[in-house]
């Protein structure tokens, strides 16, 4: 089994390899470039040398081209000797910079109006994939930070304190974390800095935001505690401390607050992040679809034809058959009746009211597909010959039912649980635009709308790794509820 498991995860991590390169490529090489700056309120602002420079750098920072500038190139060729004579345009020392730069494969260009050259690189669909692959896994470490204004940076890793809870943390010196390890009651409970995803930065929407911190990120006004800080301080703030990052360049406010350069902290927010709101209203709503849809399959597989089984039927039938953006409008017109909110931001997250429609109307959307398939699995499993030898054997038809069809017929709907718990996170597009729901649900659409290509690269990894993962656990719960399934068997066996 063990063996099973490992080549089942190796595989599914290939999946994710080839599903997100796909999409990378695709994305990178099918949309036109500038398309990418459509929604860029700055560029309206640029023109001549600051325009071509603006979109070269983002273009680099984005992962499309290797953009080096005319001092870069000096430097690289030079060093400090000869550099400012490379400076000079049409200078014998800068003729040898680009020539070199030529030689590397880069295309030499000119600015318009200063006529600078430039160099740049564009990555072809292998490049494209190795530049993602190669920084996708950031590794912090006593010697990531290089700070010229602070060469005596004591570089080592120390146990330290939670500053707020006071639970042992590992700390170090000289990584762009300086908290590495440590522990608190938000899930997963155990905590980590050492080993990042980098997808690169959101652009244009939260321009220079990495992509990770726009998704998890909470939302809202700030939410301050009272802490204490390592030079004394006590005060309400709305730092985290243990996101504290290494700040080259610090002012009084953070000397108030810090004794080191490690200032540069996220703050905490009164609302829940996008991904938790969807998570929230997901979970709810599943497990309310679960406690409407199972006894009430059960009750329809044991009333076959009669008059539960087709008020039943009818029931899921019309669900099926009315559009579900209808079914959603439908619904929120009936809820404003009752004085709910037909938009989540009219009472906010603070207000239970808020969560009550779109918790309710996904829930319902859900139940008939769980009705229809538990009366059809257990209706198949009635006219087995193991339900005919207990019911020779005297026993009733309620034991019938609880004891064995029921086992049996729950094993497919107990599959699908792990990929409908995890994929949560994903949130429900309809459901969350038509309620404004500040959520995951529309966040898919929203990046491709607004050519935001890392968000859309992130979130089509993270969607990925749920879907495959969530596969394999509802394989492997199957066979917790079914011991006699076993996943490891060959055909034939």
């Known amino acids: 089994m063990k063996k099973y498991i490992l080549t089942r995860i190796v595989k599914s991590i290939f999946s994710i390899f080839i599903v997100v390169s796909v999409v990378l490529v695709m994305i990178y090489t099918l949309i036109p470039r500038n398309k990418i700056f459509d929604n860029d309120p700055a560029i309206k602002k640029m023109k001549d040398d600051a325009l071509v420079t603006y979109k070269n750098?983002?273009?680099?920072?984005?992962?499309?081209?290797?953009?080096?500038?005319?001092?870069?190139?000096?430097?690289?060729?030079?060093?400090?000797?000869?550099?400012?004579?490379?400076?000079?345009?049409?200078?014998?020392?800068?003729?040898?910079a680009l020539a070199a730069y030529e030689s590397k494969g880069y295309e030499i260009m000119y600015l318009p109006k200063s006529n600078d050259p430039y160099a740049i690189h564009d990555f072809s669909w292998f490049e494209l994939l190795t530049h993602f692959y190669g920084?996708?896994?950031?590794?912090?470490?006593?010697?990531?930070?290089?700070?010229?204004?602070?060469?005596?940076?004591?570089?080592?890793?120390?146990?330290?304190?939670?500053?707020?809870?006071?639970?042992?943390?590992?700390?170090?010196?000289?990584?762009?974390?300086?908290?590495?390890?440590y522990f608190d009651g938000s899930f997963p409970f155990i905590h980590q800095n050492k080993l990042r995803l980098d997808f690169g930065t959101s652009y244009p929407i939260n321009s220079g935001i990495p992509t990770m911190q726009v998704?998890?990120?909470?939302?809202?006004?700030?939410?301050?505690?009272?802490?204490?800080?390592?030079?004394?301080?006590?005060?309400d703030s709305a730092l985290i401390q243990t996101t504290c990052q290494y700040k080259f360049t610090t002012d009084h406010i953070d000397a108030k607050y810090f004794n080191d350069k490690y200032a540069n902290c996220l703050s905490a927010h009164k609302d829940p992040s996008m991904i938790n709101t969807s998570y929230i209203i997901g979970i709810i709503s599943l497990l309310l679809a679960y406690v409407v849809a199972?006894?009430?399959?059960?009750?329809?597989?044991?009333?076959?034809?009669?008059?539960?089984?087709?008020?039943?039927?009818?029931?899921?039938?019309?669900?099926?058959?009315?559009?579900?953006?209808a079914f959603i409008f439908f619904m929120r017109s009936i809820g404003t009746n009752f004085g709910l909110p037909d938009k989540f931001p009219q009472l906010g997250f603070g207000d239970l009211r808020s969560y009550i429609m779109p918790t309710l109307i996904l829930a319902l959307l859900s139940t008939p597909g769980l009705m229809m398939w538990l009366r059809r699995y257990m209706i198949d499993q009635s006219n087995s010959d193991y339900v005919k030898f207990a019911r020779a054997k005297g026993l009733s038809q309620k034991e019938i039912f609880n004891r064995h069809i029921l086992k049996n017929a729950i094993i497919p709907i107990v599959n699908g649980i792990p990929g409908s718990i995890i994929l949560c996170i994903s949130g429900a597009l309809i459901t969350e635009s038509a309620f404004a729901v500040p959520g995951m649900g529309k966040m898919l659409p929203d990046a491709l709308r607004q050519k935001n290509n890392t968000m859309v690269i992130t979130l089509v990894f993270i969607f990925t790794t749920l879907s495959i993962f969530s596969v394999l656990a509802g394989d492997l719960l199957m066979t917790v509820v079914d011991p006699r399934i076993s996943l490891t068997a060959k055909g034939g066996e």
């Open 135 to 181: 920084k996708l896994f950031a590794v912090d470490g006593v010697n990531k930070i290089q700070d010229p204004d602070n060469p005596d940076l004591e570089r080592k890793y120390y146990w330290g304190k939670h500053p707020t809870n006071g639970t042992p943390a590992l700390l170090c010196s000289g990584c762009q974390y300086k908290y590495q390890l």
């Open 215 to 235: 998704i998890g990120e909470g939302q809202g006004s700030a939410k301050k505690t009272k802490q204490n800080f390592e030079t004394g301080a006590v005060e």
């Open 57 to 96: 750098g983002k273009l680099d920072e984005l992962g499309y081209l290797d953009y080096i500038k005319k001092p870069e190139m000096c430097q690289v060729t030079f060093g400090t000797d000869g550099y400012e004579a490379c400076l000079v345009n049409g200078s014998e020392e800068q003729k040898t």
């Open 294 to 325: 199972l006894p009430a399959g059960i009750s329809m597989a044991q009333h076959k034809d009669g008059i539960i089984d087709k008020i039943g039927i009818a029931y899921i039938n019309m669900l099926i058959a009315i559009p579900s953006l």
